[in-house]
């Protein structure tokens, strides 16, 4: 169980960090936890400065095949055929990519998965991680990454295959970027899990969107096809695709049928009647 950063709200919380052990509490006990760092495991010090809380590495055990600088919030594993890169988006980006680069270089594995908190992409209206999209894309360009998991944005997107044709500045850049039915590139997702909802930015490189809708995914891996899926808190499906490698390791990407409409804020509702023509007000859409 993959949670892509931003466990609890306040870093240095005893009363936070022992709510969210209780709340999975026979998950975690049942079943591999992968976590990464977001900005609130990052505590505030009195110089102004922000570390990694003291309570990260007390309460989990993780690899420490990462950067010496940043043990155990950067690591990596194999899991079946799939390797998983797990980053550390708040520091030492540069450092991370260097590392990145020579595990990548000796990997033999099937997939390759990496997740962090800050997207590449982001979907959270005024938000944009250039520098690290600089420093990450090209890496995950030239060694056919094939999926990125993110948070932090508190809205979901998902591309469709996109690889180096996407430039690293956003600026102006065309709708259809995207391979919809394409070959190879990378499938970038960003998800929230929780309650707290921001508004949506419009990426053109996202085939996929949701506001306020809480979502988490199942990835199944067979083989040389990974499908995933993005369900509501009740179970419904609201996002998927399946990936499939051939023979070359090229990647193609087909969409999940039957998915439900697209889940948007209503922005200034019209008014309608309630209760008879001279009782109008605005009801609030779902």
Not at 38 to 47: F, R, S
Not at 129 to 155: C, M, T
Not at 194 to 216: C, I, W
Request: proline content about 5%; overall charge negative.
């Amino acid at each position: 169980m993959i949670h892509a950063g931003d466990l609890i709200n306040n870093a240095q919380s005893d009363g936070e960090w022992g709510e969210w052990f209780q709340a999975g509490s026979f998950l975690h006990a049942s079943m591999f936890c992968v976590p990464v760092a977001g900005n609130h495991e990052q505590a505030k010090l009195p110089d102004g400065t922000r570390r990694l809380s003291h309570h990260w590495r007390p309460s989990f055990t993780l690899p420490e095949n990462g950067i010496a600088d940043l043990p155990e919030s950067c690591y990596h594993f194999v899991y079946g055929n799939a390797l998983f890169l797990c980053l550390n988006s708040n520091e030492k980006i540069k450092e991370q990519a260097a590392w990145m680069e020579k595990v990548l270089d000796g990997s033999h594995a099937t997939w390759v998965i990496c997740t962090f908190h800050h997207p590449i992409f982001s979907t959270a209206k005024d938000r944009d991680n250039a520098a690290l999209r600089e420093a990450w894309k090209p890496i995950f360009d030239r060694y056919r990454v094939d999926l990125v998991l993110q948070g932090h944005d508190h809205s979901y997107g998902r591309t469709a295959l996109i690889g180096a044709e996407v430039p690293l500045t956003l600026e102006n850049v065309p709708t259809g970027l995207n391979r919809m039915d394409g070959h190879d590139g990378t499938v970038y997702v960003v998800s929230v899990s929780g309650p707290k909802m921001y508004n949506l930015q419009d990426q053109p490189v996202m085939q996929r969107s949701a506001e306020d809708t809480q979502l988490f995914q199942v990835i199944h891996i067979d083989g040389k096809q990974l499908k995933f899926e993005a369900r509501t808190a009740i179970g419904d499906l609201y996002d998927g695709f399946l990936l499939t490698k051939d023979a070359q390791g090229h990647r193609s990407l087909k969409v999940s049928e039957g998915l439900m409409p697209e889940r948007r804020r209503e922005v200034n509702p019209e008014p309608v009647e309630v209760g008879g023509a001279d009782a109008k007000q605005p009801v609030q859409g779902k």
